[in-house]
């Protein structure tokens, strides 16, 4: 197959684990025979540096043009503590999301038994930990207006809104994603306090009986935050809002051992952008120390989602996963650790050459 992905690595550690997800999508090419041409666009600090704008037009054009989009990560300490920056790295990754419609965040969050020890929790937790967050990510309080200050400055107000429409949307695809996967679909939101939890309650509770094999459940926020380090195999798909959906994938990441594990995909009607959870890292840029893992898998992912390539992206997931248990892994997952990005990259890689030519 002859495919187009658009490659916006972004800022901090973004463009280290994105050449590895690069090296590892060439690879597979090679190995499956498809050709899959890159073109590289600018986004986040270093778009603002060369052109002003966080998301520049050309790298909306290049994502238009793409069969799918793999990103890396955006963010720059020069912006973190500067309350006045009028333009800042973030709105690029927010503007790209609200224009391309990628209104579905699917996170995915398992363990490796491999890892286990190294959790800081207790390894029965962890073990077997294996569900799926769908956050919704182009409404809520990330997008609401009125937000701002009032003119004297001295108060700031922002506004969380959710439709009925917004809500629909991604919860079918969460119900669909239970019917293939443990017919559980928790919906995380905060009912007793927001009246757009409450929009949510109502909607999806209204959807239930069009999946009447799938059993549905509410949880609070606070009470899911607190559930899902205490008991992880309770979930299977757990639905929610934008910034609730934010907050709890990172500390479900602490399951899978690192921040750096995490791989996502966010999709819309008409485009699809895969990223690794974690942010920029700027402590850790340059240094070959970030964990490629979760862009890998992002990568993974891209194949799986957006060009049905499910041989090729199961292969990518076994080379991690033998990776993994052979201890391959960067200084996030075992801080005894020499491996660099770029070791754990090219073993992935060698272990993805490896198994292929076994299967062929
Ligand atoms: C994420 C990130 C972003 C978000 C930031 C960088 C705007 O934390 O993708 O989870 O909050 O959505
Ligand atoms: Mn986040």
Same mark, same amino acid.
């Given at each position: 197959m002859n495919k187009k992905i658009a490659v916006l690595s972004g800022d901090g550690i973004g463009p280290e684990v994105t050449h590895q997800a690069v090296q590892v999508l060439e690879s597979v090419a090679d190995r499956?025979?498809?050709?899959?041409?890159?073109?590289?666009?600018?986004?986040?600090a270093c778009a603002?540096?060369?052109?002003?704008?966080?998301? #520049?037009?050309?790298?909306e054009q290049v994502c238009r043009n793409a069969d799918a989009i793999l990103f890396g990560a955006i963010g720059h300490p020069k912006y973190?503590?500067?309350? =006045?920056?009028?333009?800042? #790295?973030?709105?690029?990754?927010?503007?790209m999301r609200k224009k391309l419609g990628l209104y579905a965040n699917v996170r995915p969050v398992t363990s490796y038994e491999a890892l286990?020890?190294? =959790?800081? *929790?207790?390894?029965?937790?962890?073990?077997?930990?294996?569900?799926v967050v769908f956050r919704e990510l182009t409404g809520g309080i990330y997008f609401g207006e009125p937000r701002g200050r009032t003119e004297n400055g001295a108060t700031a107000f922002d506004t969380c809104v959710y439709s009925r429409h917004e809500i629909?949307?991604?919860?079918?695809?969460?119900?669909?994603?239970?019917?293939?996967?443990?017919?559980?679909?928790?919906l995380v939101d905060k009912a007793n306090v927001l009246a757009t939890s409450r929009l949510w309650r109502e909607v999806v509770k209204s959807m239930a009986a069009g999946y009447p094999d799938v059993e549905l459940d509410f949880m609070f926020v606070d009470n899911a935050a607190m559930k899902i380090i205490l008991n992880p195999g309770?979930?299977?798909?757990?639905l929610t809002e934008n910034m609730f959906g934010d907050i709890i994938t990172d500390e479900a990441s602490v399951l899978a051992g690192s921040l750096g594990m995490l791989p996502s995909a966010s999709t819309g009607d008409s485009y699809a952008l895969y990223e690794p959870i974690h942010? =920029?890292?700027?402590?850790?840029?340059?240094?070959?120390?970030?964990?490629?893992?979760?862009?890998?898998? =992002?990568?993974?992912? *891209?194949l799986e989602y957006s060009f049905d390539m499910l041989e090729e992206s199961a292969a990518i997931r076994e080379a991690v996963a033998a990776s993994i248990t052979e201890g391959i892994v960067t200084s996030d997952i075992d801080a005894s650790s020499t491996y660099g990005t770029t070791e754990v990259g090219a073993h992935i890689i060698s272990l993805l050459k490896s198994s292929v030519s076994l299967k062929s």
């Amino acid at each position: 197959m002859n495919k187009k992905i658009a490659v916006l690595s972004g800022d901090g550690i973004g463009p280290e684990v994105t050449h590895q997800a690069v090296q590892v999508l060439e690879s597979v090419a090679d190995r499956f025979g498809h050709q899959f041409i890159f073109e590289e666009a600018l986004i986040g600090a270093c778009a603002i540096d060369q052109t002003g704008d966080p998301f #520049p037009q050309d790298t909306e054009q290049v994502c238009r043009n793409a069969d799918a989009i793999l990103f890396g990560a955006i963010g720059h300490p020069k912006y973190d503590n500067d309350p =006045s920056a009028k333009v800042r #790295p973030e709105q690029g990754l927010l503007a790209m999301r609200k224009k391309l419609g990628l209104y579905a965040n699917v996170r995915p969050v398992t363990s490796y038994e491999a890892l286990e020890d190294k =959790s800081p *929790l207790k390894n029965e937790i962890v073990h077997g930990t294996d569900f799926v967050v769908f956050r919704e990510l182009t409404g809520g309080i990330y997008f609401g207006e009125p937000r701002g200050r009032t003119e004297n400055g001295a108060t700031a107000f922002d506004t969380c809104v959710y439709s009925r429409h917004e809500i629909e949307r991604i919860a079918h695809q969460a119900f669909q994603a239970a019917q293939k996967r443990g017919k559980h679909l928790t919906l995380v939101d905060k009912a007793n306090v927001l009246a757009t939890s409450r929009l949510w309650r109502e909607v999806v509770k209204s959807m239930a009986a069009g999946y009447p094999d799938v059993e549905l459940d509410f949880m609070f926020v606070d009470n899911a935050a607190m559930k899902i380090i205490l008991n992880p195999g309770f979930f299977d798909v757990i639905l929610t809002e934008n910034m609730f959906g934010d907050i709890i994938t990172d500390e479900a990441s602490v399951l899978a051992g690192s921040l750096g594990m995490l791989p996502s995909a966010s999709t819309g009607d008409s485009y699809a952008l895969y990223e690794p959870i974690h942010g =920029s890292y700027p402590e850790a840029a340059g240094k070959n120390i970030a964990n490629p893992v979760g862009a890998i898998l =992002s990568a993974a992912m *891209l194949l799986e989602y957006s060009f049905d390539m499910l041989e090729e992206s199961a292969a990518i997931r076994e080379a991690v996963a033998a990776s993994i248990t052979e201890g391959i892994v960067t200084s996030d997952i075992d801080a005894s650790s020499t491996y660099g990005t770029t070791e754990v990259g090219a073993h992935i890689i060698s272990l993805l050459k490896s198994s292929v030519s076994l299967k062929s």
